[in-house]
Nanobody
Framework: QVQLVESGGGLVQAGGSLRLSCAAS????????MGWFRQAPGKEREFVAA????????YYADSVKGRFTISRDNAKNTMYLQMNSLQPEDTAVYYC?????????????????WGQGNQVTVSS
């Protein structure tokens, strides 16, 4: 059974940092691209960042470029999202997802398996 489990969220003050982790089990993690999405209250889920199966290519939403860094450790079946200079508008539930073979990295429908979500709250 495939599972993605996020961890590392929480409450932080504006300007602070958090690191999210996404641990995968039950699927050949290293064969697939991975991504992070987020959903703020009253808003649709949006793309945050993605990484290719080798880790050689990364993709970011303009809103997080320069502040967030996505990475993966295939030996540990884990993906990370380092979030620096957090702002109140980054407050959301963050989801990790495992990508299908086809489809572009920024599109939600390109992802087949999703984690349960992890709350990140940034206070002003």
């Amino acid at each position: 059974q495939v599972q993605l489990v996020e961890s590392g969220g929480g409450l932080v003050q504006a300007g602070g940092s958090l690191r999210l982790s996404c641990a995968a089990s039950g699927r050949t993690f290293q064969n697939y691209g991975m991504g992070w999405f987020r959903q703020a209250p009253g808003k649709e889920r949006e793309f945050v960042a993605a990484i290719s199966w080798t880790g050689g290519s990364t993709y970011y939403a303009d809103s997080v470029k320069g502040r967030f860094t996505i990475s993966r450790d295939n030996a540990k079946n884990t993906m990370y999202l380092q979030m620096n200079s957090l702002q109140p508008e980054d407050t959301a539930v963050y989801y990790c997802a495992s990508k299908r073979v086809s489809g572009d990295y920024e599109t939600e429908t390109s992802y087949r398996i999703w984690g349960q979500g992890n709350q990140v709250t940034v206070s002003s």
